[in-house]
Structures are given as structure tokens and as C-alpha cells.
């Protein structure tokens, strides 16, 4: 009898001790919030190619994020391009060799070098938004023509932060790059882009080989006015 009460004791304490492990876990997953996780997007410059997610989950993830998406009208003009592996790298190598045309030899070694990161990160999101798609809009409502390109880049925005937060929470470092429009002919022609899509943002991402900078934000007085 003594020995089955010490057996009921030990397998009474492990399943306590295993509940309030679970609970304690499932409490803090449960204390992150919608902001929290908005916290984790930051740029992150340095970037490797140590992710450790299949290439096929991460296409998923961006299309997921992008779907999420508000637009206006639900007009869904976003257009995504991800690049991996050698696309990826002829992306960089193009956007270098335009660049190096553009600028001033004895200041293009610092633009080589930002670039260079970029390329040894583990892939890369374009994100173009379907001019077609407005001008249709326009046409059908002709009052609000001239919003349709505002909300547009709105829309794209969105889209932008979501995929870069997204990522960011998975654990997987970004940042996000305009080398548009100098690089729009080449990129297009090398990945045959519709004539339509205009390149608005590239968003390179990949293993976090170095951390953020301190974030230093403006004083609140000087961003936000709240009355009641």
C-alpha cells in the first residue's frame, strides 16, 4: 500500500508539474499581442542564407501576407515577384550594374558593398503594382481617377509591411530596398514582367547575421495629436 501511494505521489506530482509547464508556455504565447509582433519588423541589413524554412513555405508565407491585404475597391492591384537562388543573385548582379553606371566611381564602392549584402541574403520580394488594374478602375469610376494611383501605393504599402512583418515573425531578418526605377527595363526584361507592373519595392531577406540598431523614435508630442 505504501509503495502504490508513493507511485500515486510521483505520477500526481510529474502530471502537476507537466500541467503547469503547458499552462506557463501556453500564457505566454497567449501574452503576445498584435503589436508585439509588429515589434519583431526591423531592418536588418546584414543578412545570410541560414534560414531554416523550405523555400516552398516561405513563397506561401508572402502570398498568405499579401492576401491578407486590404485594397481599395479590393481593386487587389499588388503584383509579387519572389526570388530565390539564382534568380535571386541575378537580381543583385543587375541592380549593381546598373548602378555602377549611374554613379560616381570613387562612391560606387560603398553602394558595392551595401549591394553585396544584400545578395548574400536568401532571397528576394518585388513588389509591382498593375497599372492596367487602376486604369480600369479609373475608367469605371472617373470622379475618383486621380485617387486610384494614391490608393494603389497605399495598397502596396500594406502589402510590403505585411510580407516584412510576416517574415520578421517567423524569425527570418529583411530590409527593405528602392532601386526602382533605374533598374525597372533590365529587371523587367531579364524576368519578362508584364509592361504593365510597376516595381515599387524590394524587399531582401534572410538569416539575421547582425542585429538591428538601437531605434531611436521622434517624441510622441511631436507625432500624434489625440483629442476627446
Known amino acids: 500500500m505504501a509503495l502504490l501511494e508513493k507511485i500515486g ?34 531592418s536588418i541589413h546584414v543578412l545570410g542564407k541560414k534560414v531554416h524554412f523550405s523555400q516552398a513555405y516561405l513563397a506561401e508565407l508572402i502570398q498568405e501576407a499579401v492576401r491578407s491585404c486590404p485594397s481599395a475597391l479590393n481593386s487587389q492591384s499588388s503584383r509579387i515577384v519572389v526570388l530565390f537562388g539564382d534568380s535571386h543573385a541575378k537580381f543583385w548582379e543587375i541592380v549593381k550594374e546598373v548602378q555602377r553606371k549611374i554613379i560616381a566611381v570613387h562612391v560606387f564602392a560603398g553602394t558595392e558593398m551595401k549591394i553585396d549584402q544584400y545578395a548574400a541574403g536568401f532571397g528576394t520580394v518585388l513588389f509591382y503594382e498593375d497599372q492596367r488594374t487602376i486604369q480600369q478602375l479609373q475608367k469605371q469610376i472617373p470622379f475618383n481617377s486621380e485617387c486610384f494611383p494614391i490608393w494603389s501605393e497605399q495598397t502596396s504599402g500594406m502589402a510590403q509591411y505585411a510580407v516584412w512583418t510576416a517574415l ?10 528602392h532601386y526602382n526605377p533605374s533598374i525597372d527595363s533590365a529587371v523587367a526584361q531579364y524576368l519578362s514582367i508584364e509592361s504593365s507592373w510597376l516595381l515599387r519595392a524590394q524587399l531582401v531577406f534572410g538569416s539575421i547575421e547582425r542585429e538591428a540598431d538601437e531605434k531611436i523614435d521622434p517624441q510622441d508630442s511631436d507625432r500624434f495629436k489625440i483629442f476627446v
Open 9 to 42: 505521489h510521483v505520477l500526481t506530482s510529474d502530471i502537476t508539474k507537466d500541467f503547469k509547464l503547458k499552462k506557463k508556455v501556453a500564457e505566454e504565447i497567449h501574452e503576445l499581442t498584435f503589436v508585439d509582433h509588429l515589434k519583431k519588423r526591423r
Open 168 to 177: 520578421a515573425d517567423s524569425g527570418v531578418g529583411a530590409c527593405l530596398q
